[in-house]
């Protein structure tokens, strides 16, 4: 493959990321509209007025406002750094043959997307594509250290949140049953589910999320440790299936209004990157109906726009 040319440029100064971030939170604080999670009892136990923001730029420089240092379980904003340690393992292109990277157009947990595919290949974003990834990798330890890597710090359990989800996953439990009779994975489809479940049940903060989302803006290599944790390729495909399908069925409207790779968990994380500068991460666990953190998506959308993070977004050179 040719060298290609890549996203650069630098965020602005740190005065003025905190001056935006800092306007963010006040602006969206007090906005109590959505709901918590309930898919797992104990994610609705969380603290409705958290809200937390970080900008780790390519340099490793991070900037915070709110409650950036609360911790919150990761959920699905795991699905894409799971997909690149897949695609580390396997290449990207074997992880695109056997789990698919096209948008489903449907809900998160839906099972009629595994149904309408002749060979239960959705995507790496969706729950059933989101398990099929995790039966690629060697087990809990390897998916744990590769998660860490990215941190830059190792990441522990929240155990009462996977105690909660272990007890009340039946529907991915269902999902990988279905994967294994089509075919389209070849482990155990309990074990699948046990490891998808435990990742998603890391516990970090908004710091910790902006840090891995900049190692993906860095190429794969994490700027605050200096370890390449992913080679570029991989960095590129990562945030290719997150512009696909990261937000969901929404993610068309996602990408019209903030211009960047994003993905959310229902337990009120946020990410978002932008190639070459940095990532923005936002905790909030009141969500919409699509289950996106509300505080979280309207600031991403305000601060795309402040600090010239939407990949999208042009002026004329010749006016």
Same mark, same amino acid.
């Not at 040319?5 to 005065?15: A, I, M």
């Not at 923001?53 to 911790?71: F, H, W």
């Given at each position: 493959m040719t060298d290609r040319?890549?996203?650069? !440029?630098?965020?602005?100064?740190?005065?003025v990321v905190q001056e935006a971030l800092d306007e963010a939170h006040a602006s969206y604080v007090g906005d109590r509209t959505g709901e918590l999670s309930t898919v797992y009892p104990a994610l609705a136990d969380a603290d409705p007025t958290a809200f937390g923001?970080?900008?780790?730029?390519?340099? !490793?420089?991070?900037?915070?406002? !709110?409650?950036?240092?609360?911790?919150f379980t990761i959920m699905s904003v795991a699905k894409p750094f799971v997909f690149a340690l897949a695609c580390e393992v396997h290449g990207?292109?074997?992880?695109?043959?056997?789990? !698919?990277? *096209?948008?489903?157009?449907?809900?998160? *947990?839906?099972?009629?997307?595994?149904?309408?595919?002749?060979?239960?290949?959705? +995507?790496?974003?969706? +729950?059933?594509?989101?398990?099929?990834?995790?039966?690629?990798?060697?087990?809990?330890?390897?998916?744990?250290?590769?998660?860490?890597?990215?941190?830059?710090?190792?990441?522990?359990?929240?155990?009462?949140?996977?105690d909660s989800a272990l007890a009340t996953n039946h529907r991915n439990r269902g999902l990988a049953n279905m994967l294994a009779a089509a075919g389209a994975i070849e482990a155990d489809p309990a074990e699948a589910v046990e490891v998808y479940t435990r990742q998603s049940c890391l516990?970090?903060?908004?710091e910790d999320l902006a840090v891995m989302g900049a190692t993906l803006a860095d190429g794969g290599t994490n700027p605050v440790t200096g370890e390449r944790v992913v080679d570029p390729e991989t960095a590129h495909a990562t945030l290719a299936v997150m512009t696909i399908a990261g937000m969901y069925e929404t993610s068309g409207d996602w990408l019209l209004d903030v211009g960047m790779p994003g993905k959310s968990g229902i337990a009120g994380g946020l990410l978002t990157v932008s190639p070459g500068k940095g990532a923005l991460a936002t905790y909030s666990p009141l969500l919409d109906a699509h289950g996106n953190s509300v505080r979280g998506s309207a600031a991403a959308a305000f601060l795309a726009r402040r600090l010239g993070l939407d990949v999208l977004a042009s002026q004329a050179v010749h006016p």
């Open positions: 040319l890549v996203s650069s !440029g630098d965020l602005p100064r740190r005065v923001l970080c900008v780790v730029g390519v340099s !490793g420089e991070r900037v915070s406002s !709110g409650a950036a240092d609360r911790a990207v292109e074997e992880v695109r043959r056997r789990i !698919g990277v *096209n948008a489903t157009g449907l809900a998160f *947990n839906s099972a009629s997307a595994v149904e309408r595919s002749p060979d239960g290949r959705t +995507n790496p974003m969706v +729950n059933s594509g989101a398990i099929a990834t995790t039966s690629l990798l060697e087990g809990w330890a390897q998916v744990q250290q590769g998660l860490s890597a990215f941190a830059g710090r190792p990441l522990e359990l929240d155990e009462p949140t996977l516990a970090l903060t908004a």
